[in-house]
Every structure is written in C-alpha cells, then in structure tokens.
T-cell receptor, first 113, second 111 residues
Framework: DTAVSQTPKYLVTQMGNDKSIKCEQNLGHDTMYWYKQDSKKFLKIMFSYNNKELIINETVPNRFSPKSPDKAHLNLHINSLELGDSAVYFC????????????FGPGTRLTVT | RKEVEQDPGPFNVPEGATVAFNCTYSNSASQSFFWYRQDCRKEPKLLMSVYSSGNEDGRFTAQLNRASQYISLLIRDSKLSDSATYLCVAILTGGGNKLTFGTGTQLKVEL
C-alpha cells in the first residue's frame, strides 16, 4: 500500500492554464506538506497543514493555493501557470508538526510550455 | 547565501571506498539535523539523524559540530546501491517543523 500518493505523476500544460495536484496519505498522520524541487534539485518547503489548518506558508506566489479537505488530503491548485513553475512538486506527511521524519510522495513532474 | 550548503559533487568512488560529505548551516537557531537520501527521479527518504555525540548506523556515521555549524556523513565500504544524492537537512522548530534542505551531494559508486 502506498503511504503517500500523488496524482498526476506527470503534468504537461501551457502557460496561463490552471491545474491541480492531489495528495493523499494513509499513514494517519496529522501534518502534510508541499515542497517544490527545481531544476537545480533544490528542495524547498511551500506549505504545511496540521489537521486541515495552515501552519507554514513560505513566500510563495498567491497563484498557489493549497486546500486540505481533511487531514489525509492536501491538494495544490496553481492558477495562471508560468514557465518558472516547472519543477517536481512533492507532497509529504509527518506524524505531527513536531515530528522530524517526513514521508514523501513520489512527486509530480510539472512542465509548463 | 543558502541556509544549508553542501558540495554538489558528484563524488565518483570505487566500490569499497570510504567517502565523507560535509554540510554547513547558517541559522544557529536550527535545532535538529538529519540526512535524507534521494535516488534519481525518486522522493527523498530519511537516512539518519545527526547528534553532537555522533550517530552510527551500520556503515553510516553522522556527526554534528554545533560550534562550527557543520554536519558530516561518512559512508564506509561503499556499495553500488549507495549511489544517490544525499541531502543535509536542518530543522527550525516552532509553529511546525520547517525542514530546510541543502542542495544535495551526488554520490556515484562504481565497480
């Protein structure tokens, strides 16, 4: 059974479009995260939710809007996609906000053309 | 200057070699440190924690020097399967654990 799953795995879209990435975890964790890994392989946190509540919100354009319908799901919606949004987006979860080990999903490779 | 800095490599080593990676962090308020491993086109996975007293897990040894704000990872008797990118991670706690990743050091173990 996959612990943290993301869909889609690959996403190719044109500039200006709006797209969503979904994430689900079946670990019973309270906390979920979105990370962006750019072409230089630099992995940076974007958002974190604990029990559906936003607790970390890094400096991210407001075109990115996370949504957590319940603690097992954290989706990422991106409006008006730009070339610079091309990256791999990883979802992760941890037992709670204070727990250090995070389990990552397989990633969604987004290409904006 | 990045908050967590690593030599990107690649480090190309023969099987059986001992290899060491270093990492420095700039935020002295960072409280916890870890090494994650990321295989090519895969997600990062926790490798081990890093303590001031040192932490050994089989062929892997991690060390923290808070005074110098320096973290190390030593891999003994390298295996082909150790080929991956090793990510140094510092954690700032308070309001949720914020993991700050280094850019990673790529290791290639060759026959």
């Amino acid at each position: 059974d996959t612990a943290v799953s993301q869909t889609p795995k690959y996403l190719v879209t044109q500039m200006g479009n709006d797209k969503s990435i979904k994430c689900e975890q079946n670990l019973g964790h309270d906390t979920m995260y979105w990370y962006k890994q750019d072409s230089k392989k630099f992995l940076k946190i974007m958002f974190s939710y604990n029990n559906k509540e936003l607790i970390i919100n890094e400096t991210v354009p407001n075109r990115f809007s996370p949504k957590s319908p319940d603690k097992a799901h954290l989706n990422l919606h991106i409006n008006s996609l730009e070339l610079g949004d091309s990256a791999v987006y990883f979802c992760a979860s941890s037992q709670d906000p204070a727990w250090y080990e995070q389990y990552f999903g397989p990633g969604t490779r987004l290409t904006v053309t | 200057r990045k908050e967590v800095e690593q030599d990107p490599g690649p480090f190309n080593v023969p099987e059986g070699a001992t290899v060491a990676f270093n990492c420095t962090y700039s935020n002295s308020a960072s409280q916890s440190f870890f090494w994650y491993r990321q295989d090519c086109r895969k997600e990062p996975k926790l490798l081990m924690s890093v303590y001031s007293s040192g932490n050994e897990d089989g062929r892997f040894t991690a060390q923290l020097n808070r005074a110098s704000q320096y973290i190390s990872l030593l891999i003994r008797d390298s295996k082909l399967s150790d080929s991956a990118t090793y990510l140094c991670v510092a954690i700032l706690t308070g309001g949720g654990n914020k993991l700050t990743f280094g850019t990673g050091t790529q290791l290639k173990v060759e026959l």
